[in-house]
């Protein structure tokens, strides 16, 4: 069974750091992997999306890695702002076959302070 | 263009009361997925839709819950005999290839309260 964990669950840090949030799967038999980006009141908004066959995506101040043979992936925000604080999930898509179902983590919540 | 919408944003219901919540996706996805997530907890796949066709059900945590897109656009979920336990952010989500491989774009949830 397919199981989702991020490290660490919550995270504070003054703003301009550089700053890293791990996603680790259990399962390496992955589709693809996604990060998300959750705002209180608001919708989940995609950040990344990793397929199996690659190994980064990069957007911005993000940049998202991916080693399926050992199950992990990180999240890399530069330079952090205020404006990214928010609660970061990860999601694994099963294979096909699995009903492509997304199997989430349960965040990691970061507060840039000003 | 107008992004996945949900409503109401807000519902309040007695339990036992029926409960009817509307998602309306993104012009031209195939795919609507809908999913729970509980207070503190990430969001949990209920179920999938291509088009019209139900193709996966099996994330409905029970006989209670149901969901339909007759016309293979808006959807909606329905809880009959609300529990405490049904309390939840019920979120939608569509994206435009039929195997999901492409990003899923989510509206801002339904939140449900029930009491």
Redesign the interface.
């Known amino acids: 069974k397919q199981e989702?964990t991020q490290i660490p669950a919550a995270l504070s840090v003054p703003e301009g750091e550089n700053l890293v949030l791990n996603c680790s799967f259990t399962d390496s038999a992955i589709?693809?992997l996604?990060w998300?980006r959750q705002d209180p009141?608001?919708?989940?908004?995609?950040l990344l999306?990793i397929?199996s066959s690659q190994r980064e995506q990069t957007s911005g101040r993000l940049n998202a890695s991916l080693d399926k043979s050992s199950g992990r992936s990180t999240l890399y925000i530069a330079a952090s702002q205020p404006g990214d604080s928010a609660t970061y999930?990860c999601?694994v898509?099963l294979p096909?076959g699995n009903?492509?179902?997304?199997i989430?983590?349960?965040?990691t919540s970061l507060a840039v302070n000003p | 263009g107008a992004g996945v919408s949900q409503s109401p944003r807000y519902k309040v219901a007695k339990r036992g009361q029926d409960v009817a919540l509307r998602c309306d996706p993104i012009s031209g996805h195939v795919s609507l997925f809908w999913y729970q997530q509980a207070l503190g907890q990430g969001p949990e796949f209920l179920t999938y839709f291509q088009n019209e066709a139900q193709l996966d059900k099996s994330g409905l945590p029970s006989d209670r819950f149901f969901a339909e897109r007759p016309e293979g656009s808006v959807s909606t979920l329905k809880i009959q005999r609300t529990q405490q336990e049904d309390s939840a952010v019920y979120l939608c989500a569509s994206s435009f290839r039929d195997r999901g491989s492409g990003d899923q774009y989510f509206g801002p949830g339904t939140r449900l309260l029930v009491l």
């Open positions: 989702v589709y693809n996604q998300f009141g608001k919708g989940l908004t995609s999306l397929q999930l999601a898509r096909a009903n492509r179902k997304l989430w983590g349960l965040g």
